[in-house]
């Protein structure tokens, strides 16, 4: 159903849904909010943070960076481009003009391999470099958003996440399919760090 109702809306597939249902649980979308989309493509996420945080073409508040290609969307800054290129957080900043972010949220996946313990640390890899990322451009009280799967965020990670946040917790979007094992981490109430 959430494919269909995705098609009929405009949107650019049922991970659209997602991270809406995530939003209205945890209520991080709010007019003016800047946001940073780490593997956009091929660009729900985005459509949905453009509209909750009123984002224009005038005044874009959305950045998205993926290695496949999105289609652009109005009042987003999109850029293809691999994340884990050394460059890919300076090009983010400049394309943030250099204004620190309250969302920063990752759907990032590795190619699976079928492994199991390749594939989940892989995917671990990702989150890291995008929590690093995160805390180095999210304003205080920001928020970061992560794709996990179960077998979930290590716990050394989540007791990082713990000190550098108020409030970290698991969810699962209704729209994810029942047998998948991806679950979403949301760390909210960013204490802030030293760095300029």
């Not at 209704?174 to 679950?183: C, G, L, P």
Request: charged share 25%; glycine share 8%.
């Amino acid at each position: 159903p959430y494919v269909r109702a995705a098609q009929e809306q405009g949107l650019r597939g049922r991970a659209a849904f997602k991270i809406e249902q995530l939003n209205q649980k945890f209520h991080f979308f709010k007019p003016g909010k800047r946001v940073v989309d780490l593997g956009c493509a091929p660009g729900g996420w985005t459509q949905v943070a453009v509209r909750l945080v009123k984002s224009t073409p005038e005044n874009p508040l959305v950045v998205g960076m993926d290695l496949l290609p999105a289609a652009p969307i109005s009042g987003a800054k999109m850029v293809q481009m691999d994340f884990t290129d050394d460059k890919a957080p300076d090009i983010l900043w400049e394309m943030m003009g250099q204004n620190k972010a309250d969302v920063v949220m990752s759907d990032m996946a590795a190619n699976t391999t079928g492994n199991h313990s390749l594939d989940h640390l892989r995917i671990m890899n990702l989150v890291k470099m995008a929590y690093d990322f995160a805390t180095k451009v999210l304003n205080p009280n920001g928020v970061f958003i992560a794709k996990v799967f179960q077998g979930g965020t290590e716990s050394k990670f989540l007791l990082q996440m713990k000190k550098d946040f108020a409030v970290v917790k698991h969810a699962k979007p209704d729209a994810s399919r029942k047998d998948s094992s991806e679950i979403y981490v949301v760390a909210q109430g960013f204490k802030g760090n030293n760095e300029t």
